[in-house]
């Protein structure tokens, strides 16, 4: 093909040269066509010696390079050789990963599941399907003696037949609830009672409660009169506001006998926890 192209290529120029050899009168005609003739000549011997001495030349040139196969061959068997390995590492790799998933993985899902059950059952009150449960007549006693041929088969069922045995539940015993106690101040006297005092409750509110008592009565009211206000006598407690100390009250004690001469201010606070 290249021989083919050449060989235009210079009858192309050798018909260029005749041309301008005519045209401008360098050459006649005749010695152009003959110039042209034994240049087509010369080309011709020069593509035959190349077409019949090519294949021999380079046969000869490559006699000393090693033949393609045997570089073909090494290569071949290198790349048998690679993909040998990679299949045995895959296998290998196969092989972990079965193992893993089965001594981790799936157990791990197992348990997963039956905490998910477990959870399911104890939600819906149906806990009785986590038990394996047995088969019918498990359990039962069999009987190694002799029967006796009078009893009827209902009734020598019921000899080896395990019966739950019934309990007896103690009675709960009656929680009775103890009645509230109703609290009932005395009426409140008036102001031009003899024997009156005013007394006054300052709450930590902010807020100021007053009602009247007599010097006569118990010092107990005041106690139910610090309940009424809001205050359970539990958690807090009476003070007088100078000197600031407790109120002692008793069932026995008046009002006088706890120092309740004249009209009062008592301060409502809480209870010290250590004291209690």
Not at 11 to 24: E, P, R
Not at 42 to 56: E, Q, V
Not at 196 to 215: D, H, I, Q
Not at 252 to 268: A, C, H, M, Y
Request: charged fraction near 25%.
């Amino acid at each position: 093909m290249a021989a083919f192209k050449s060989a235009v290529l210079c009858t192309v120029l050798a018909l260029i040269f005749c041309f301008t050899s005519w045209k401008f009168s360098i050459l006649g005609i005749k010695g152009a066509l003959l110039l042209a003739g034994r240049g087509l000549f010369f080309l011709g011997l020069l593509t035959w010696l190349g077409t019949s001495l090519y294949p021999r030349l380079k046969s000869f040139l490559r006699t000393n390079i090693p033949a393609p196969t045997e570089c073909q061959r090494d290569n071949e068997e290198e790349k048998l050789k690679q993909e040998l390995a990679w299949r045995e590492q895959q296998e290998r790799h196969n092989a972990k990963s079965s193992s893993y998933q089965e001594l981790v993985l799936r157990p791990r899902q197992e348990a997963l599941l039956r905490q998910k059950e477990e959870r399911f059952y104890r939600m819906t009150g149906e806990t009785w399907k986590l038990s394996p449960g047995y088969s019918v007549g498990e359990g039962e006693t069999e009987l190694h003696i002799q029967e006796d041929t009078n009893e009827t088969p209902n009734q020598r069922a019921i000899k080896r037949r395990k019966l739950p045995v019934r309990t007896s539940r103690a009675p709960e015993p009656v929680h009775i609830c103890p009645e509230k106690r109703v609290i009932v101040l005395p009426d409140e006297p008036s102001d031009d009672t003899e024997g009156v005092v005013k007394v006054a409750l300052r709450c930590p509110s902010g807020r100021t409660v007053y009602r009247r008592f007599l010097k006569s009565h118990s010092s107990f009211v005041l106690l139910d009169f610090l309940l009424k206000t809001g205050y359970h006598p539990t958690i807090y407690t009476l003070c007088t506001s100078y000197p600031r100390r407790p109120l002692l009250t008793g069932a026995e004690l008046s009002l006088e006998d706890v120092g309740i001469v004249r009209d009062t201010v008592l301060n409502i606070e809480e209870k010290d926890p250590s004291t209690t």
